[in-house]
């Protein structure tokens, strides 16, 4: 997924902590109705490194002239440890943050917990300056639960291909806007230069946020599943086992070296310094490489590859939330309206430029005149990508769970990163996919069994 990221986002990292004295903002997002709180000026957050929350802390002086006094600490993690950080602080009513950076996975999750407000009942629907209505409708079901939004998007994306306009033009290869996995496969065949560029660049890197979360939509679109109706694992099914095998062969064969290292943040800079000919991954990506001008002008986009579905986008969003056992909880929304209001967005394109506003959230940012002349070459496809996504069907089979790169059951975290340490070790050559794949379909027998 995805993820400006931290995208992404390891296990083994090391704890980065970012301590902003700040202030906040009202730039129309409104202080919110009701919600506790304490005489505390000061709202911590936990976020996930990436670079839109740089810009975030760049910009959080603008949120200090509206709000005198209010301080915003950030807690800065990589993605893994600060999943690990705040669902440990969340579920003992630990209470170290006002407000959490959370998925869209986690957010129903938490929710039926009761670990989550309800933002539309405490805050949003007395926040009229909000605009609840202009969020992207697949981005807000996937935050909601039980009618209510718990978290709010800061941004959303899916997937899409990115390649050099150049290189294939001087390979010969044109490509259409909703290509096939075969003909991509074809032309990082032909577009491969070992020891220069490599012909697609995938992530090998171990993580369900990582690996699984472009692995997944391959799986999805070549007519495999994580589970049956039975909650029966079919991670050795011929579908998934023929879609394991075609991305491990394909990045091993015409992928980036040492791709079983490489997640999100690694491809972004191999893609920069043009040693990518093609690269899947998010569509947040392009606000990155937008920033690069001579990478930029040279890179074309099209919708994610198929095989036997129509789409094969993921859908993620990178959301804040306020825990319940906040003491804070009036100042928290406060900020979280501001960091996703349509005026936030507004700044970030004055003072950055458009082309960075963080894409994927509201509706109002793919009509608004500056970002659609700045993003021209690659909105409507972001925009068109996460409209497009169903995560009740996103496979052919039917299945019992929602998610495309990923299964909303709280075990899939655990799951999910076995099963990348196992995709990451066939691809680095350590075992086979089949060997990967038998571990896989062990390791979800008895996540299944719990679900029946």
Same mark, same amino acid.
């Given at each position: 997924?995805?993820?400006?990221?931290?995208?992404?986002?390891?296990?083994?990292?090391?704890?980065?902590?970012?301590?902003?004295?700040?202030?906040?903002?009202?730039?129309?997002?409104?202080?919110?109705?009701?919600?506790?709180?304490?005489?505390?000026? $000061?709202?911590?957050?936990?976020?996930?490194? &990436?670079?839109?929350?740089?810009?975030?802390?760049?910009?959080?002086?603008?949120?200090?002239?509206?709000?005198?006094?209010?301080?915003?600490?950030?807690?800065?993690?990589?993605?893994?440890?600060?999943?690990?950080?705040?669902?440990?602080?969340?579920?003992?009513?630990?209470?170290?943050?006002?407000?959490?950076?959370?998925? &869209?996975?986690?957010?129903?999750?938490?929710?039926?917990?009761?670990?989550?407000?309800?933002?539309?009942?405490?805050?949003?629907?007395?926040? =009229?300056?909000?605009?609840?209505?202009?969020?992207?409708?697949?981005?807000? &079901?996937?935050?909601?639960?039980?009618? %209510?939004?718990?978290?709010?998007?800061?941004?959303?994306?899916?997937?899409?291909?990115?390649?050099?306009?150049?290189?294939?033009?001087?390979?010969?290869?044109?490509?259409?806007?909703?290509?096939?996995?075969?003909?991509?496969? /074809?032309?990082?065949?032909?577009?491969?230069?070992?020891?220069?560029?490599?012909?697609?660049?995938?992530?090998?890197?171990?993580?369900?946020?990582?690996?699984?979360?472009?692995?997944?939509?391959?799986?999805?679109?070549? %007519?495999?599943?994580?589970?049956?109706?039975?909650?029966?694992?079919?991670?050795?099914?011929?579908?998934?086992?023929?879609?394991?095998?075609?991305?491990?062969?394909?990045?091993?064969?015409?992928?980036?070296?040492?791709?079983? &290292?490489?997640?999100?943040?690694?491809?972004?800079?191999?893609?920069?310094?043009?040693?990518?000919?093609?690269?899947?991954?998010?569509?947040?990506?392009?606000? =990155?490489?937008?920033?690069?001008?001579?990478?930029?002008?040279?890179?074309?986009?099209?919708?994610?590859?198929?095989?036997?579905?129509?789409?094969?986008?993921?859908?993620?969003?990178?959301?804040?939330?306020?825990?319940?056992?906040?003491?804070?909880?009036?100042?928290?929304?406060?900020?979280?309206?501001?960091?996703?209001?349509?005026?936030?967005?507004?700044?970030?394109?004055?003072?950055? %430029?458009?082309?960075?506003?963080?894409?994927?959230?509201?509706?109002?940012?793919?009509?608004?005149?500056?970002?659609?002349?700045?993003?021209?070459?690659?909105?409507?496809? $972001?925009?068109?990508?996460?409209?497009?996504?169903?995560?009740?069907? /996103? $496979?052919?089979?039917?299945?019992?769970?929602?998610?495309?790169?990923?299964?909303?059951?709280?075990?899939?975290?655990?799951?999910?990163?076995?099963?990348?340490?196992?995709?990451?070790?066939?691809?680095?050559?350590?075992?086979?996919?089949?060997?990967?794949?038998?571990?896989?379909?062990?390791?979800?027998?008895?996540?299944?069994?719990?679900?029946?």
């Amino acid at each position: 997924m995805a993820i400006r990221a931290s995208r992404r986002w390891q296990a083994a990292s090391v704890l980065a902590l970012a301590a902003i004295g700040a202030a906040a903002c009202g730039g129309g997002a409104g202080g919110g109705g009701g919600g506790g709180g304490s005489s505390s000026k $000061t709202v911590t957050v936990a976020v996930v490194a &990436n670079p839109d929350i740089t810009q975030m802390e760049q910009l959080i002086s603008n949120f200090e002239k509206q709000n005198p006094g209010i301080k915003v600490k950030f807690d800065t993690l990589p993605e893994n440890q600060e999943r690990s950080e705040i669902q440990k602080d969340i579920s003992t009513n630990g209470g170290l943050y006002d407000v959490v950076m959370i998925s &869209n996975y986690e957010t129903p999750i938490w929710a039926k917990n009761g670990w989550l407000d309800n933002l539309s009942t405490k805050f949003i629907n007395s926040d =009229s300056s909000y605009d609840v209505s202009d969020l992207l409708p697949p981005i807000a &079901n996937s935050l909601s639960y039980n009618g %209510g939004l718990y978290s709010v998007p800061f941004y959303g994306e899916s997937s899409m291909l990115y390649y050099r306009t150049s290189m294939l033009k001087a390979a010969g290869i044109t490509l259409p806007q909703h290509p096939t996995w075969a003909q991509v496969a /074809a032309a990082a065949a032909k577009l491969n230069k070992p020891g220069k560029v490599a012909g697609i660049c995938l992530r090998g890197e171990n993580g369900w946020g990582e690996n699984l979360a472009t692995l997944d939509t391959v799986i999805n679109t070549y %007519g495999g599943s994580w589970y049956n109706t039975s909650w029966q694992p079919q991670l050795t099914s011929p579908a998934t086992e023929s879609a394991v095998n075609f991305y491990v062969n394909l990045v091993k064969k015409d992928g980036e070296p040492g791709a079983a &290292n490489d997640g999100f943040t690694e491809l972004l800079t191999l893609y920069e310094q043009n040693k990518c000919a093609m690269w899947y991954d998010s569509t947040v990506a392009a606000g =990155s490489i937008s920033a690069v001008p001579s990478v930029f002008k040279d890179t074309s986009y099209a919708f994610a590859p198929t095989e036997k579905t129509p789409a094969s986008g993921w859908l993620y969003t990178w959301s804040l939330g306020i825990p319940k056992d906040s003491a804070n909880q009036a100042n928290a929304w406060k900020f979280v309206s501001w960091a996703t209001s349509k005026p936030y967005l507004q700044l970030v394109g004055q003072k950055l %430029g458009w082309a960075q506003v963080p894409p994927g959230s509201r509706t109002s940012t793919y009509t608004n005149p500056n970002y659609a002349k700045a993003a021209s070459a690659f909105a409507s496809v $972001t925009e068109q990508s996460i409209n497009s996504v169903n995560q009740a069907k /996103a $496979t052919v089979p039917k299945v019992p769970y929602v998610g495309i790169q990923f299964v909303d059951i709280p075990q899939f975290e655990d799951l999910g990163t076995s099963v990348s340490n196992q995709i990451a070790g066939a691809i680095a050559g350590s075992e086979s996919v089949s060997q990967a794949l038998q571990a896989s379909q062990q390791d979800a027998v008895p996540v299944g069994q719990a679900q029946k």
